[in-house]
């Protein structure tokens, strides 16, 4: 697994964007990385070049509606916000990591495709969103930003939700394995972090629950004895490489929903995030949150990384 170098921080100057950067400290993240922080100023239109904007401004108030103005006046006070938001986070982050190098940056546009599309031109490892909040409703409702930054970005996303917990207490993370490559790129993921002394990892297999017509019984019976087989080889093979680690490691195999089993797991464990490999998501499961790493995203009251290789 590529050691991280390059994570890039969305801050909205929210109660949840709080959260995001509070949480960092306790993700596992190396000592030297290069990470930038960016606040998005939602408007429509980018402002006009300053040649233009004299231009415009000459012919107040004969050619140009107020409204316009008004607009452009009320978008540029989002962008004031935006680079002050950025700096802000840019100065919490320094504080907590002295010795990264940090850079802030005020962008323009919709903030879910501005992050993606500034992820993909920096080349970044990682992306930290906020989430959306803890309520049941909170978490059911679906379009935020951070949900489509899940969906849709090309490299690993961690929705972070603060806890309050010492920076340098042990640490409990959760990780889903099934057996297949993006699974193993989680774990892999999870390994190549730096936790605090005494951290542990709980390693969770969920065997799902299939409904078989009388006539396929026996076939069915046969197709989940193998996959048991497969989960348990899973299993043991993370637990070798988070040992290796250093992580304490416990191992697990429930029966049922994946979606559910994962976020229960994290309930009772009192976790601090649940890592998960990503699937590829067509347009139809980004409709329908069909994945596992999206519902757990969703679900979750703790911090979700999704993994991508």
């Not at 986070?89 to 002295?98: K, W």
């Not at 396929?216 to 637990?239: F, N, P, Y």
Request: aromatic share 4%.
């Amino acid at each position: 697994m590529k050691e991280l170098q390059k994570i890039l921080i969305a801050y909205d100057g929210s109660t949840f964007g709080d959260a995001a950067l509070d949480d960092l400290p306790r993700a596992g993240l190396p000592r030297r990385v290069e990470a930038l922080v960016v606040s998005v100023a939602d408007v429509l239109m980018p402002p006009p070049e300053s040649a233009e904007k004299e231009r415009i401004d000459s012919t107040f108030p004969f050619h140009v509606p107020h409204g316009v103005k008004v607009a452009r006046e009320r978008d540029a006070q989002k962008q004031d916000e935006a680079r002050s938001l950025a700096l802000e986070a840019g100065r919490r982050l320094r504080s907590y990591f002295p010795e990264w190098e940090v850079r802030d940056e005020a962008l323009t546009g919709t903030p879910a495709l501005e992050i993606m599309r500034k992820a993909d031109e920096w080349k970044a490892d990682l992306i930290v969103v906020g989430s959306q909040g803890r309520s049941a409703l909170g978490r059911l409702i679906l379009g935020s930003v951070s949900q489509k930054v899940v969906n849709e970005a090309k490299c690993s996303v961690r929705v972070a939700r603060g806890q309050d917990k010492e920076s340098d207490s042990p640490v409990c993370v959760v990780i889903g394995v099934d057996g297949s490559r993006e699974a193993e790129t989680a774990v892999r993921a999870v390994a190549a972090r730096v936790w605090s002394a005494g951290s542990e990892a709980r390693v969770i297999a969920v065997q799902e629950t299939i409904v078989a017509m009388i006539p396929a019984i026996e076939v069915g019976i046969e197709a989940g004895e193998a996959k048991l087989a497969s989960l348990r080889h899973a299993l043991e093979s993370a637990a070798d490489v988070l040992r290796a680690a250093g992580l304490v490691v416990s191992t697990v195999i429930k029966k049922g929903d994946p979606k559910q089993m994962l976020v229960e797991e994290a309930e009772q464990w009192k976790a601090d995030c649940i890592f998960v490999g990503a699937r590829g998501l067509g347009a139809l499961e980004r409709i329908l949150l069909g994945s596992v790493s999206t519902a757990v995203v969703t679900r979750a009251r703790c911090s979700v990384e999704v993994v991508r290789a």
